[in-house]
T-cell receptor, first 118, second 113 residues
Framework: AQKVTQAQTEISVVEKEDVTLDCVYETRDTTYYLFWYKQPPSGELVFLIRRNSFDEQNEISGRYSWNFQKSTSSFNFTITASQVVDSAVYFCALSEVRRGSTLGRLYFGRGTQLTVWP | EAQVTQNPRYLITVTGKKLTVTCSQNMNHEYMSWYRQDPGLGLRQIYYSMNVEVTDKGDVPEGYKVSRKEKRNFPLILESPSPNQTSLYFC????????????FGQGTRLTVV
């Protein structure tokens, strides 16, 4: 069965601190995609990153970085020098991909509420 | 502009009064789906559609209906809403069933009293 676990329900930090959001996943498939989405207080879902199962390179985008480790089935997200505007709920998600199939549904974790205090 | 449009954004209704939440995408995507988001539970898939006239149940389909008569539209129908269907609903689309990129609508916050 596919499962995404975000063990941290809530995290609070002070501005400029670094923060890491954890994501652990379970899947029997060898081909899959992992995602992070941000949901600000306004409610919409903002796509942050997609990573496929064959690409274990870490990625950095500005203050954001992602650490994908297949050995531990983890896809952790780090915000460096956090800002108040980073306050949001962050979701990790898994999507299976199979040839000739209609699969590709997203399995979401329960989300981590990040609060950054000024 | 490529987008998924849901309407309404906010809705308060009474138990048992049928309602429809519309979803439309302008990207000619084949695959569309509905999710509900509840505190502490993340997003869970309600129904999905692989193409016109092809739909299937997700994880939490009870109390919902969908239809896919046109490629661009995928309405979510609550025949007899109940308070446990109070939730934030998202429509999503992707180009094909095996294409991972998903575009989400802005969300519909439904309250059933």
């Amino acid at each position: 069965a596919q499962k995404v676990t975000q063990a941290q329900t809530e995290i609070s930090v002070v501005e400029k601190e670094d923060v890491t959001l954890d994501c652990v996943y379970e899947t029997r498939d060898t081909t899959y995609y992992l995602f992070w989405y941000k949901q600000p207080p306004s409610g919409e879902l903002v796509f942050l990153i997609r990573r496929n199962s064959f690409d274990e390179q870490n990625e950095i985008s500005g203050r954001y970085s992602w650490n994908f480790q297949k050995s531990t089935s983890s896809f952790n997200f780090t915000i460096t020098a956090s800002q108040v505007v980073d306050s949001a709920v962050y979701f990790c998600a898994l999507s299976e991909v199979r040839r000739g199939s209609t699969l590709g549904r997203l399995y979401f974790g329960r989300g981590t509420q990040l609060t950054v205090w000024p | 502009e490529a987008q998924v449009t849901q309407n309404p954004r906010y809705l308060i209704t009474v138990t048992g009064k049928k309602l429809t939440v519309t979803c439309s995408q302008n990207m000619n995507h084949e695959y569309m789906s509905w999710y509900r988001q509840d505190p502490g539970l993340g997003l869970r898939q309600i129904y999905y559609s692989m193409n016109v006239e092809v739909t299937d149940k997700g994880d939490v389909p009870e109390g919902y209906k969908v239809s896919r008569k046109e490629k661009r539209n995928f309405p979510l129908i609550l025949e007899s809403p109940s308070p446990n269907q109070t939730s934030l609903y998202f429509c999503a689309s992707r180009r094909r069933g095996d294409e991972p990129e998903a575009f989400f609508g802005q969300g519909t916050r439904l309250t059933v009293v």
